[in-house]
């Protein structure tokens, strides 16, 4: 049996083909990433995109309970947009040290928001370096709220140890004055 490449054996036996003009040599079949590894890369995706959901709800949370307001829960399924909107709105409306980041945050989650059913798609799914890089970018930007919401926590609570500290030394002199 012949093992020489299809393509070579056009070219030779063939007058009026040249070697160079003929298909390469060889042909390399391009196959969809494993069952397994793609469902991982999925699973990947749709944890990704639960924990930055989580991570918005919990920051929006952080402001409703400074505002008294009911926190806006939903199917995890959903958009990112009704709870982007209340924290832009919320946002707006405090004093807010890294509003500048925290807008871009929200930007950025608005633009991944809009490609989610695009990262679903059976075009995407098959990309196995798309959903990696889907996975990612979504992992940082949760990275950048916790952070964001973490930070603002931090800083309210150390407000709120200066404000008692202030209090105390206000009310010390009195006592001490009255002894």
């Known amino acids: 049996m012949n093992r020489q ?7 030779e036996s063939s007058p009026g083909i040249r070697a160079f003009d003929a298909a390469p040599a060889t042909f390399t ?9 793609r469902a991982e890369q999925i699973r990947d995706v749709i944890d990704a995109f639960r924990r930055l959901r989580e991570s918005i709800d919990r920051f929006n949370r952080l402001f409703s309970a400074s ?12 958009s990112l947009q009704p709870l982007l909107t209340v924290l832009a709105r919320r946002v707006a409306d405090t004093r807010f040290a890294r509003h500048r980041e925290l807008k871009r945050a929200i930007r950025d989650a608005r633009r991944l928001d809009k490609t ?11 990309d196995t370096e798309a959903m990696r890089q889907a996975a990612d970018e979504l992992e ?3 990275a950048v709220f916790v952070r964001l919401g973490v930070g603002h926590a931090l800083a309210r609570h150390q407000e ?3 404000d008692a500290r202030a209090a105390t030394e206000a009310a010390a002199p009195m006592q001490t004055g009255a002894a």
Do not use: H, K, W, Y
């Not at 079949?29 to 590894?37: D, K, M, N, V």
């Not at 989610?116 to 098959?126: E, N, T, V």
């Open 5 to 11: 490449p299809l393509a070579m054996n056009a070219a």
């Open 29 to 37: 079949i391009l196959r969809p990433a494993s069952g397994q590894q």
């Open 67 to 78: 505002a008294s307001e009911p926190s806006l829960r939903g199917d995890s399924g959903v």
């Open 116 to 126: 989610r059913d695009a990262i679903f798609s059976d075009a995407f799914s098959l």
């Open 140 to 142: 940082r930007l949760d």
């Open 160 to 162: 709120r140890l200066e």
